[in-house]
C-alpha cells in the first residue's frame, strides 16, 4: 500500500469514519502486521502533539493580548520605587525582555509536554503509572519471592493500571490511555498469576479499552458479582474503588460530588474518592454493588478533584465491539451478590475479578 493511501486509511481510522466492516479488517490487519500497527501509534502521538501545538499558539496568542492592555511602566512606577538607572534600562529594552521572557515560558511548556508532565488537558492528570526503580528493593531482600511461577515477558513493564472482568470468559475493561502505549498487555490477578491479553476494542473519546485474556493457562471466572449500571448515580452518593496504585490492591471510599467532570465533561463523573498513578481503569462502585464508572484521573494541585467515566460509556463499548466483530453482545451478570453485604465481605469477593494491568512498549 503507497504511503499516501496508508496514511489515509490510518486517518480514517482514527476518526472513526470506516465502517464496522472496513474497521474490523483494519484491526485484524494491526493485529497481523506489527509494522502497521506501530503506524498508526506513531501517527495518533503525532496528531496528540499538533492538538498540543495548537493550544500552545492559542495561549501565546491570549497571553500577547494581555500583554498589549497592560501599561507596564505605570505599573512600575506605581507599585514600586526602583532605582533611576533600573528603570531607564526597563523603558529602554523591554520590548527585548518580554521576547526573552516569552521563549523561556514556552520553553518550560515544552519540556513539560516532552517528559509527559503536562497531560492534555491542562491540569489534569490521568491515573497511569510508569513503572520505576523500585524493583532494587527485590534484590535487597525487603521483600520475599513468589514461588508461584508468572508468565510473562522478559522484559519490565512499563506502564501500569488496573482492570476490571467484564465477563467470566476473559473480557477485562480498563482505560484506553493504559494501554495505548503497548507492543503487548499482561494481567495479573490477586494470587499473582499473570496472563497475556490482547486489546479487542478501544474508544479514545470516551478512554474505553476492551482487553481479551488468551492465555491458554486462563481459567474462567466463577460468575461476576456485580451488576453495570445503565442509568446515572445521584449527586452526594456513596461510592468506592479497588485497584492497583501499588502491588498490591488498595480499597478507597468517598462520594460523587458533581454528574460532571473536568471542564463539564459529561462523560465523567467527579468523585471525592482518593486516587493514585495505577488506580486508571479500576471499577467504580456504588454501596450496592454496581459498576457504575471507570476510574480515570484527578485534577492537578486541587485536591478532592477526581474523575471516572460512567457506565453507560463501557455498555456502549460493548454494543460497538459486537457490531465491529459481528458477533453478539457480551452476556452481562444480571445478578448482584455485594448487594447487602458488609464493604470487607463486598471487596474480598470482589478481589478476584479485579487485576493489575502491565503495559510492555518499546518507548
Not at 123 to 151: C, F, N, W
Not at 169 to 188: E, K, M, P
Request: without cysteine.
Amino acid at each position: 500500500m503507497r504511503d499516501e493511501l496508508l496514511l489515509e486509511t490510518i486517518e480514517r481510522y482514527l476518526a472513526g469514519s470506516m465502517n464496522a466492516d472496513e474497521r474490523r479488517a483494519f484491526e485484524q490487519l494491526r493485529m497481523e502486521n506489527a509494522e502497521l500497527d506501530q503506524r498508526v501509534i506513531e501517527h495518533q502521538q503525532f496528531v496528540d502533539i499538533l492538538k498540543h501545538y495548537g493550544e500552545r499558539v492559542e495561549l501565546e496568542s491570549r497571553l500577547n493580548a494581555i500583554h498589549s492592555e497592560i501599561d507596564v511602566h505605570t505599573l512600575v512606577e506605581e507599585a514600586t520605587e526602583r532605582p533611576a538607572w533600573i528603570v531607564q534600562l526597563w523603558r529602554n529594552h523591554h520590548s527585548k525582555i518580554s521576547v526573552a521572557a516569552s521563549i523561556a515560558i514556552f520553553a518550560i511548556l515544552g519540556t513539560l509536554f516532552v517528559t509527559g508532565s503536562l497531560s492534555t488537558k491542562s491540569g489534569y492528570e490521568e491515573m497511569v503509572r510508569e513503572v520505576g526503580k523500585l524493583r532494587s528493593d527485590l534484590s535487597k531482600g525487603k521483600y520475599a519471592k513468589v514461588t508461584t511461577p508468572v508468565r510473562t515477558p522478559v522484559t519490565s513493564d512499563r506502564y501500569r493500571g488496573t482492570g476490571f472482568a467484564i465477563t467470566s470468559g476473559g473480557l477485562i475493561a480498563t482505560n484506553y490511555h493504559v494501554i495505548y502505549r503497548a507492543d503487548s498487555v499482561y494481567v495479573q490477578n490477586y494470587a499473582g498469576r499473570a496472563f497475556k491479553a490482547k486489546v479487542v476494542f478501544t474508544d479514545a473519546n470516551s478512554d474505553v479499552a476492551i482487553l481479551k485474556i488468551t492465555d491458554t493457562a486462563f481459567r474462567e471466572l466463577g460468575a461476576i458479582p456485580y451488576t453495570f449500571k445503565k442509568s446515572e448515580s445521584d449527586l452526594a452518593e456513596n461510592v468506592f474503588t479497588y485497584g492497583y496504585p501499588q502491588d498490591s490492591p488498595v480499597y478507597g471510599d468517598g462520594r460523587i460530588t458533581s454528574q460532571n467532570g473536568f471542564d463539564n465533561d459529561s462523560v465523567d463523573y467527579q468523585i471525592s474518592v482518593p486516587l493514585n498513578p495505577g488506580n486508571s481503569g479500576g471499577p467504580l462502585l456504588d454501596s450496592r454493588g454496581n459498576i457504575i464508572g471507570i476510574v480515570k484521573a484527578k485534577q492537578a494541585q486541587m485536591e478532592g478533584a477526581h474523575f471516572a467515566s460512567k457506565s453507560s460509556y463501557l455498555l456502549a463499548a460493548l454494543d460497538s465491539l459486537a457490531a465491529d466483530s459481528n458477533s453478539k453482545k457480551p452476556a452481562l451478570n444480571s445478578k448482584n451478590t455485594l448487594s447487602g453485604l458488609s464493604r470487607p465481605l463486598q471487596i474480598k469477593k470482589l478481589q478476584n475479578y479485579v487485576f493489575l494491568v502491565k503495559v510492555y512498549a518499546k518507548n
